[in-house]
């Protein structure tokens, strides 16, 4: 099975700030992952997917990049309504999520 | 308005069986894969199963193999999860969940872009 780790595990950053998250895959996936942004309580929500495809109606803040085992999940100017938990997720060979990374408040 | 529900969470005993639905609207269900995805409480999120638009195709992971078995009706637009032998680990939120292409991983689907709102599954005696 394909294992999705993601880092780091909490990002602490101010509202403006450039964030980065990482997703290295135990072998390569192509570019079949997507991400996803998650608040409590509440359903994931996809936000790109084919690695870079930006999925209908989600700011162009977000972008996403990488292939092969190496992706990374960029916002550009953090807003307050992106403090979430992001995952990852490979869609290559059946189907696994990363462990999460939570983005709060610095 | 596109939607999912789902049901038929609750509290189980472990060793017994229960079954989930999802009743999709507001998309043409039969030309999308559907998916299963779980949430323990206060973990990251596990896909459990997947099945291709005519049912051709089905995935599980590992950890529910030989235990669950999706399912779909196109006429009735809905999705089940039947789930035997549960154990206390398969406790967590179950989130049924609408596949953006027609097959449930690589070039022809596998990303979620619509999910239900989820039902909880218990296991405890």
């Known amino acids: 099975d394909i294992q999705m780790t993601q880092s780091p595990s909490t990002l602490s950053a101010s509202v403006g700030d450039r964030v980065t998250i990482t997703c290295r895959a135990s072998?390569?996936?192509?570019?079949?992952l997507a991400w996803y942004q998650q608040k409590p309580g509440k359903a994931p929500k996809l936000l790109i997917y084919?690695?870079?495809s930006l999925e209908s109606g989600v700011p162009s803040r977000f972008s996403g990049s990488g292939s092969g085992t190496e992706f990374t999940l960029t916002i550009s100017s953090l807003q307050p309504d992106d403090f979430a938990t992001y995952y990852c997720?490979?869609?290559?060979?059946?189907?696994?999520f990363g462990g999460g990374t939570k983005v709060e408040i610095k | 308005e596109v939607q999912l529900v789902e049901s038929g969470g609750g509290l189980v005993q472990p060793g017994r069986s229960l079954r989930l639905s999802c009743a999709a609207s507001?998309?043409?269900?039969?030309?999308?894969?559907m998916h299963w995805v779980r949430q323990a409480p206060g973990k990251g999120l596990e896909w459990v199963s997947g099945?291709?638009?005519?049912?051709?195709?089905?995935g599980y992971a590992d950890s529910v193999k030989g235990r669950f078995t999706i399912s779909r009706d196109n006429a009735k637009n809905s999705l089940y999860l039947q789930m035997n032998s549960l154990r206390a680990e398969d406790t967590a939120l179950y989130y049924c969940?609408?596949?953006?292409?027609?097959?449930?991983?690589?070039?022809?689907?596998?990303?979620?872009?619509?999910w239900g709102q989820g039902t909880m599954v218990t296991v405890s005696s």
């Open positions: 507001g998309f043409t269900f039969d030309d999308y894969a």
């Open positions: 969940a609408k596949d953006i292409g027609p097959y449930y991983y690589g070039s022809g689907g596998g990303a979620f872009d619509i």
């Open positions: 099945i291709s638009w005519n049912s051709g195709s089905i």
């Open positions: 084919k690695a870079s």
């Open positions: 997720q490979q869609y290559n060979s059946s189907l696994t």
């Open positions: 072998q390569s996936i192509s570019s079949w």
